[in-house]
């Protein structure tokens, strides 16, 4: 097994307009090396995003991110910094997680309708040790992962999962 290394996370990609707001657990490897969200090649997020809110996968990666905030979508992730051992969820050496500053942000939301969680890993994350600093949270909803490792879910699968996330942004 490979030695652990602290990962920190990626800034938060929200502004004060945001309907929903999307939550992984802690970016991958490659994310983490590229500094951009969802940056493994084979991971579903930006072609289901790109479904949902219309635009072009292959814009760049800080016009899809304006995509994104123009649809009203923010992203961060629940946990900001953490031990692991590879990228994958399982690989988080348990106990090292140090918590994004989400009540902060959610509370700072006026028009925040929904929390999607990206994963088991993500909603296990947001129900320990952020939905109890929460007075009223907003709906929160368990989404399947668009992670290669679970390539079970086809994208027209996915994004028949996901559709919850299109109509709270058409709402």
């Known amino acids: 097994m490979s030695e652990a290394t602290m990962c920190i996370g990626l800034q938060a990609q929200v502004n004060v307009e945001c309907r929903v707001l999307l939550l992984g657990s802690m970016p991958g490897v490659a994310s983490l090396q590229e500094q951009r969200y969802y ?16 635009f072009d996968v292959t814009l760049a990666y800080p016009q899809r991110l304006q995509a ?7 992203l961060w992730d629940v946990i900001g910094q953490c031990e692991r051992r590879g990228s994958l969820d399982a690989d988080i ?5 140090i918590p994004n500053a989400l009540p902060a942000l ?16 993500a909603l296990q994350a947001f129900q320990r040790w952020v939905l109890p600093g ?16 679970n390539a079970a879910w086809s994208l027209s699968r996915l ?7 299109a109509d709270a942004l058409a709402t």
């Open 106 to 121: 959610i509370a700072s939301l006026p028009e925040l309708e929904l929390i999607g969680c990206n994963g088991g890993a």
């Open 93 to 97: 050496v348990r106990g090292t997680e």
């Open 68 to 74: 994104l905030m123009a649809a009203k979508i923010g």
């Open 39 to 54: 940056a493994h090649p084979r991971n579903r997020f930006w072609p289901l995003l790109a479904d949902i809110c219309g």
């Open 134 to 149: 929460l007075k009223a949270p907003p709906r929160l909803l368990a989404l399947p992962s668009t992670s290669p490792a």
């Open 159 to 165: 994004r028949l999962a996901w559709q919850p996330v």
